[in-house]
């Protein structure tokens, strides 16, 4: 009897490390791609990260495994493991729709700062059958290189015209409807102070 109990706790020590593992991975995909989203400092470094649906999709399939060799009731293991796999079947799948669905963006044009610190690139896409315009800024080199989103504008709500920079630290977006924005930018990283999201 004991040679029997002493082998069962034997075979649920690797069991219960495993279930661990399995959740702690899960956990961290998710921190990794919630830093991939929001790329905090504008950090190009961080976009490899930015894979939601993917990291999404195997932490929810680690989850299935974790609570498949945690929980020992065979009902609820059975039921919580096969949510979680659906779970992350639709997950997958929302992922291939939105990539069917990503704006192809193709660059336009590319502007210096006065001080050659930045460059503006604009890009052209399309929302439906609406034209779109992208604006991105870039700065810096390997991992201290920086892209922020300065906003995009949909034909449908205005058209724009053209682009300038007013210095080193601020820029002038030319609307047809809309007149002049001007976006002022943080000196030392160069983040915008407003995003345009005009029919975006």
Same mark, same amino acid.
């Given at each position: 009897m004991n040679e029997t109990t002493s082998e069962s706790t034997a075979a649920a020590k690797p069991r219960n490390r495993w279930w661990i593992a399995a959740a702690v991975t899960a956990g961290l995909l998710i921190v990794a791609a919630g830093f991939g989203v929001a790329q905090p400092?504008?950090?190009?470094?961080?976009?490899?990260?930015?894979?939601?649906?993917?990291?999404?999709?195997?932490?929810?399939?680690?989850?299935?495994?974790?609570?498949?060799?945690?929980?020992?009731?065979?009902?609820?293991?059975?039921?919580?493991?096969?949510?979680?796999?659906?779970?992350?079947?639709?997950?997958?799948?929302?992922?291939?729709?939105?990539?069917?669905? *990503?704006n192809d963006l193709r660059e336009l044009s590319r502007h210096r700062s006065p001080d050659d610190n930045r460059e503006l690139v604009l890009y052209r896409g399309s929302l439906v059958i609406d034209p779109t315009w992208e604006l991105r800024l870039r700065s810096g080199t390997g991992l201290t290189a920086r892209e922020w989103d300065l906003g995009c504008v949909n034909a449908d709500a205005d058209t724009l015209t053209s682009v300038e920079w007013?210095?080193?630290?601020?820029?002038?977006?030319?609307?047809?409807?809309?007149?002049?924005?001007?976006?002022?930018?943080?000196?030392?990283?160069?983040?915008?102070?407003? *995003?345009?999201?005009?029919?975006c």
């Open positions: 400092g504008g950090l190009v470094v961080l976009g490899w990260l930015d894979r939601p649906f993917l990291f999404g999709a195997v932490a929810l399939g680690l989850l299935a495994v974790a609570s498949w060799l945690a929980i020992r009731h065979r009902v609820w293991r059975a039921v919580l493991a096969s949510v979680l796999v659906l779970f992350a079947l639709g997950w997958a799948m929302l992922g291939v729709l939105a990539m069917g669905l *990503q007013t210095g080193s630290n601020g820029l002038r977006v030319h609307l047809s409807r809309n007149g002049p924005v001007d976006i002022a930018l943080d000196a030392s990283t160069g983040r915008p102070n407003t *995003q345009l999201s005009l029919g």
